[in-house]
């Protein structure tokens, strides 16, 4: 079974940084061949429904960031240890959420991905919070 799991967050103060981590394992029960297309960060806060906020695509390293975090944000990843990366700086008081990572296996449109629906894999979340 692939499993995602996530680390990293924790509470910090207002324009501290945090890298998160996210780092698969595990094989498809399926028996198929365990492939990556894309993979991303999703974070709901408190209250709010959960939002896309960055993702790669696995074999050529193209990312996309949601508008929000463009330019503090930053997703890479590392393929030898099977783990994406996400750099987040200058952190506010907004950022405060669960952080998710996920992983999709096969081709979908970015804007599908985005919405976060039928992704393959999910990670169970680390938190961060920013004090002001």
């Known amino acids: 079974q692939v499993q995602l799991a996530e680390s990293g967050g924790g509470l910090v103060q207002a324009g501290d940084s945090l890298t998160l981590s996210c780092t698969h394992s595990?094989?498809?029960?399926?028996?198929?061949?365990?492939?990556?297309?894309?993979a991303g960060w999703f974070r709901q806060a408190p209250g709010r429904q959960r939002e896309f906020v960055a993702s790669?695509?696995?074999?050529?390293?193209?990312?996309y960031y949601t508008d929000s975090v463009k330019g503090r944000f930053s997703i890479s990843k590392d393929n030898a240890r099977n783990t994406i990366y996400l750099q987040i700086n200058s952190l506010k008081p907004e950022d405060t959420a669960h952080y998710y990572c996920?992983?999709?296996?096969?081709?979908?449109?970015?804007?599908?991905?985005?919405?976060?629906?039928?992704?393959?894999?999910w990670g169970q979340g680390t938190q961060v919070v920013v004090s002001s």
């Open positions: 790669i695509i696995w074999d050529s390293g193209i990312t």
């Open positions: 595990g094989a498809p029960t399926s028996g198929r061949p365990f492939s990556r297309y894309a």
């Open positions: 996920a992983l999709e296996t096969i081709f979908v449109p970015m804007s599908t991905f985005r919405k976060g629906w039928d992704m393959d894999y």
